[in-house]
């Protein structure tokens, strides 16, 4: 799913809400400056994380393009404005370890930023060096959460990122999936190694792990980040031109993606969600949907109802 069909389709949801009635949108934050967004408790610490941030995959993958940086950028600072602080990167996500590394200086808000990235798995030495590239891209000598990239195998541990983690190299631990292929590994590894962090896709066009992996994290004792919100594009490819349900207003909701990023926060497991963003009004947009009300989980089986005749 390209970025450019991802982009349509929100503009056309959120014009769709903006006819509607609903509050424009801004790059800027006076409209609901008032409003608080919401945190949730890291369990292993009890450091409390906003529960809206974002991820880098494909749309910090970029380079030379001075119109993109400056755009990224300030999508940066309406996170941090907005009270976020959550940005999830990779190796594997082309450029964009070595684009927030040029982020960071150019706005400072790395003081501001609860900086998460992965490692794959590999030997020793190597995922070892992995570590040691991202931060030379990152230009950091730690990082909030290091995370162990889609385990695929039972027996995978997370042994050295625990040094790290006692080196000062990181905060917090994890392991982060997309592929419910691995979710056997997945959920052996929840089990036995009981991370700070535990990252999965999770969105209503994709509901599976909610019944098995996120119980699990959550009897482990992980904080739970959710990936591909919008499951790849698909949930806006359903949504794109169809007016916002009544139901919406009953959880504060004015636009689609507020509508997505709500239903995944009324489960309380939940930590944080990571939409990937590339335009501060789109990030404005994800903000609110941790403020006001949510969904309890009465409401969350009419949204799916009601998303699945769409």
Known sequence: M????????????LALAAAAGATALSPAFPAFAQAALLA????????MLPS??????????????????????????????????????????????????????????????????????NNREATTAEMKASFARLKVDKVELMQLHNPSKPDQDLALLREWKAQGLCKYIGIS???????????AILKREKPDFFQIDFSMVDRNSEERL??????????????????????????AGKPLPDIAKEIDATSWAQFGLKWLLGNPTVTAVIP????????TDNLKAGMGRLPDQAMRKR????????
């Not at 390209?2 to 949801?13: A, C, D, H, I, K």
């Not at 999936?177 to 959920?187: G, K, L, Q």
């Open 52 to 121: 809206v941030g974002i991820g880098t995959a494909i749309i910090f993958d970029f380079q030379d393009d001075k119109e993109k940086f400056d755009m990224r950028a300030n999508v940066l600072k309406t996170l941090v404005a907005g009270g976020g602080k959550l940005v999830d990167t990779a190796p594997s996500y082309g450029q964009a370890e070595a684009r927030l590394g040029d982020l960071f200086p150019a706005t400072g808000l790395r003081d501001k930023i609860f900086l998460a990235t992965k490692v794959r798995v």
């Open 177 to 187: 999936s997309s592929f419910d292929r691995d979710y056997d590994a997945v959920e």
């Open 40 to 47: 949730r408790k890291i369990p292993s610490t009890g450091e």
């Open 276 to 283: 990937g963003t590339d335009r501060p009004e789109y990030m």
């Open 214 to 239: 996120i119980p699990t994290a959550q009897d482990a004792g992980c904080a739970v980040l959710t990936n591909l919100p919008f499951g790849r594009g698909r949930f806006f490819k359903a949504t």
């Open 303 to 310: 949204m799916v109802e009601i998303f699945e005749k769409l």
């Open 2 to 13: 390209t970025n450019e069909f991802l982009n349509l389709s929100r503009r056309q949801t």
